[in-house]
T-cell receptor, first 110, second 110 residues
Framework: SQQGEEDPQALSIQEGENATMNCSYK?????LQWYRQNSGRGLVHLIL?????REKHSGRLRVTLDTSKKSSSLLITASRAADTASYFC??????????FGPGTSLSVIP | EAQVTQNPRYLITVTGKKLTVTCSQN?????MSWYRQDPGLGLRQIYY???????DKGDVPEGYKVSRKEKRNFPLILESPSPNQTSLYFC?????????FGPGTRLTVL
């Protein structure tokens, strides 16, 4: 069963705007990760946040984690056309399973 | 260069003809996984392995087998492929955090 659920499923924004994607999950986790995938290619790791962390930054990315609500958000600031991709959250459970959500498709219009 | 390699990258086969997709990593990672990706479903974990000779079922293990005789290799075996196994397959490895993904194998079962 899918633990991670991203919201929205698709997002279209203008270059320069910020993009926010949300992820919800169901069971307790060790960490949550965000990945990017360009059309049918391998996934690229963006950022990992551990269950005892609340916020993490990496360049134009900001990830938050709320374990009480079992949710995370990924914010991409000052978006660029090159950010166009699908974004997935993945949770690693205490049983070491990794569960991906169905993804958010982001389109950044130049 | 640190990488995960998969072979073949593309495969068209017929129902019932046994096949193996190889996966190899050069990062000395203990943890390796196989995923399948289908439209609208994100990535679903098929099997994972915490170390040599240790494998566990993921969310969708039916119809697949794996083995982990060496740390670097984690082949995926389809003993009797069926059309519902037509999908994009990814192998990944990690050691406690960021997952490194292979380039993917696009499998079509006729």
């Amino acid at each position: 069963s899918q633990q991670g659920e991203e919201d929205p499923q698709a997002l279209s924004i203008q270059e320069g705007e910020n993009a926010t994607m949300n992820c919800s999950y169901k069971t307790s986790i060790n960490n949550l990760q965000w990945y990017r995938q360009n059309s049918g290619r391998g996934l690229v790791h963006l950022i990992l946040i551990r269950s005892n962390e609340r916020e993490k930054h990496s360049g134009r990315l900001r990830v938050t984690l709320d374990t009480s609500k079992k949710s995370s958000s990924l914010l991409i600031t000052a978006s660029r056309a090159a950010d166009t991709a699908s974004y997935f959250c993945a949770t690693r459970t205490s049983y070491d399973k990794v569960i991906f959500g169905p993804g958010t498709s982001l389109s950044v219009i130049p | 260069e640190a990488q995960v390699t998969q072979n073949p990258r593309y495969l068209i086969t017929v129902t019932g003809k046994k096949l193996t997709v190889t996966c190899s990593q050069n990062m000395n990672h203990e943890y390796m996984s196989w995923y399948r990706q289908d439209p609208g479903l994100g990535l679903r974990q098929i099997y994972y392995s915490m170390n040599v000779e240790v494998t566990d079922k993921g969310d969708v293990p039916e119809g697949y087998k794996v083995s982990r005789k060496e740390k670097r290799n984690f082949p995926l075996i389809l003993e009797s492929p069926s059309p519902n196994q037509t999908s994009l397959y990814f192998c990944a490895s990690h050691r406690g955090g960021e997952q490194f993904f292979g380039p993917g194998t696009r499998l079509t079962v006729l």
